[in-house]
């Protein structure tokens, strides 16, 4: 018995393009075809990352989900949330940045983002 694995928007997937490509990204929309839109993070044809692509759910496969562990992984997501101008997710990160537990060095100050969102944010994130 097979079991199936419900994607939704949001949810990181592997998986090949109508094209092809072998890709990793995440799920932009869904139709009731079996269709997906994917933003594409990484991708063995190189010229589409950072792009989105069209895939069918029959040749994807969801990623496990996971949580940053280091203060560097969870800072590539916030690049990620402002290379895609999400806004509610960059504050989710941002907020996340900043708690103690992130802090993993003893005796070293935190570097980390500046909380307070300044206008070149502020305006990359409504581009």
């Known amino acids: ?19 092809d490509e072998k890709f990793i990204g995440f799920v932009e929309s869904t139709n009731n075809g079996g269709g997906l839109k994917v933003w594409v993070t990484q991708c063995d044809l190189e010229s589409t990352v950072g792009t989105s692509i069209d895939a069918v759910l029959a040749k994807v496969k969801k990623l496990p989900d996971s949580s940053p562990e280091t203060p560097d992984e969870l800072r590539d ?50 581009n």
């Open 1 to 19: 018995m097979e079991v199936t694995t419900l994607i939704r928007v949001g949810d990181w997937v592997s998986g090949t393009s109508s094209l």
């Open 77 to 126: 997501l916030i690049e990620l949330a402002l290379m895609t101008h999400d806004q509610e997710w960059f504050q989710e990160l941002s907020a996340k940045l900043s708690k103690p537990a992130f802090n993993t060095t003893p005796g070293k100050p935190f570097v980390g983002y500046n909380h307070t969102v300044t206008n070149p944010i502020t305006n990359r994130l409504k």
